[in-house]
């Protein structure tokens, strides 16, 4: 008779497969499987499962509560430096008779009138081979299979063999892949919130970089939400083995000062360049060894290979840009599955300071120029002092679209505009007010449109978050404007 040992029935065993640190030699392989380890851990604990974390012989095992296996799937596949891991029945052996037995025993059900091929894999010493595995494997499991298939089996029964144990199982599930965060130093990402930054950080995340976020604000508080509401996603679901850290930069003086003394087209790149040398400053405080941005060639006019030259001329750290090559649809694509795009979906173009004709070719002389006309003190001072959140410790509530959006002004609610005040003053309904001149009351209850009603809903949800009652309007102007008699909207 066979016992399966009590942990195999009430516990959920996963044999975890590193990814390319295995290249690695020598201590720079232990490294990188230590902070595996501890990565794996500090998954486990920040998801609220107990589990055990062992190494052996190029494997993790994971051992977690029964209950929470299908948890457990959900948080190995956001480890990196994992390539593949399987959900796993460890049986103990001593002859090759009885590993057949026992693996017979658990596969029983699975392989049941199905075809079915035995795949082995061996390590350590023994007195038969792999084939051997295979044959005395398969001769006994076909009792319950129909036959055997090498080519295309219904069932894979993959017996993994290490010393006195194997391990078998029936399915390879896909990691994040990579390699573990903590192997590389520490970097800094610009964020604004919008699609773009997010995935670049995940990219950069991916190599095992821990990375830590600056934020360039344009848009006051609730431009700070939405860039939170952003980055928290990527430290709660992927930053396992460190602490991020989100750096917040006020920028809404330096826009001004741009605005004040340079010429219209050069808004743009001065901008970036003055963002770029602050992240310096900010990344050499903290000690992080490159940047890294959203930026990808020609996705936009301050995105031409000279565009980017002349912004990342005098910047001496490096400047990362892992999305150089993709396009904008793959990475709308890929910010969903890393759980980003319903956040960067609110974050409006903080468009302050877009020129109405950007300088399409700028040279770095005329650019250099038109910097000499500003006061660097200003954003050197203002990087040296930037305001600091610990992510995985910051509380940031979410609120559901659909308890967000309304699609008539509730009784007894004020209107907010929250367009330009240019936009505002050519056209809005009687009684609206302008989001420069709102100012909330405690008991009040708002509804705040723009154009279309995107970015008015990141604007309820921060006006949420201080504890008013908001809302945003589906919609936005091109629905009021039909029904307030006006002409249809854009
Ligand atoms: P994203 O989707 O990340 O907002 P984008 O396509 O809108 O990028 P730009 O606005 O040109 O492109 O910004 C290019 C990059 O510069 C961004 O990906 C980000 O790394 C950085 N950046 C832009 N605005 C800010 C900001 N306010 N604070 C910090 N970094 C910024
Ligand atoms: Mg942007």
Known sequence: MVVLCFCAVSKALFMVRLGEQTLRRGYARRLAENLLVRNVRDALISTGLRGRVSYKFTRIYVEVEEADREKAVEVLGRVFGISSFSPVVKVRFQSLEELAEKVAEVSAERVRGRSFAVRPRRAGYH?????????????????????????????????????????????????????????????????????????????????GVPVHYVFFNL??????????????????????????????????????????????????????????RAAERVALKIGAEALVTGESIGQVSSQTVTALRVASAGVRLPIFRPLIGFDKVDIMKLSMKIGTYRYSEMIPEYCAIVPRAPVSRPSLEEVLEEERKLDLKLVDELAGDPAVYPLREVEVPRFEREALEVEEAPDGAVLV??????????????????????RPRPNGKYVFYCTRGRSSKLVAAYYRWRGYEAYSLRGGVTKLKPFYGGEEGD
């Not at 080519?151 to 063999?161: A, G």
């Not at 505009?417 to 709102?438: C, G, K, L, Q, T």
């Open 127 to 207: 007195n038969f081979t792999s084939l051997d595995i295979a044959r005395v494997v398969g001769e006994r499991l076909l009792k319950y299979g129909s036959r055997v298939d090498l080519k295309n089996p219904e069932v894979e029964v993959n017996v993994e063999v290490r010393g006195w144990d194997a391990y078998v199982f029936y399915e390879k599930l896909p990691g994040a892949g990579g390699l573990p965060i903590g192997v590389e130093p520490p970097v800094l990402a610009l964020v604004s919130g919008g699609f773009d930054s997010a995935v670049a950080a995940w990219y950069t995340m991916r190599r």
């Open 219 to 276: 848009g006051g508080e609730p431009h700070f939400y939405g860039v939170l509401s952003v980055v928290k996603v990527l430290a709660d679901r992927w930053s396992y083995g460190y602490n991020p850290k989100l750096y917040e930069v006020d920028f809404r003086d330096v826009v001004k000062m741009i605005r004040g003394v340079v010429s219209e087209p050069y808004w743009n790149i001065v901008l970036k360049r003055l963002m770029y």
């Open 417 to 438: 505009d929250i367009r330009s005040r240019e936009d505002y003053d050519e056209w809005h309904p009687p009684n609206a007010i302008h989001i420069e001149d709102f």
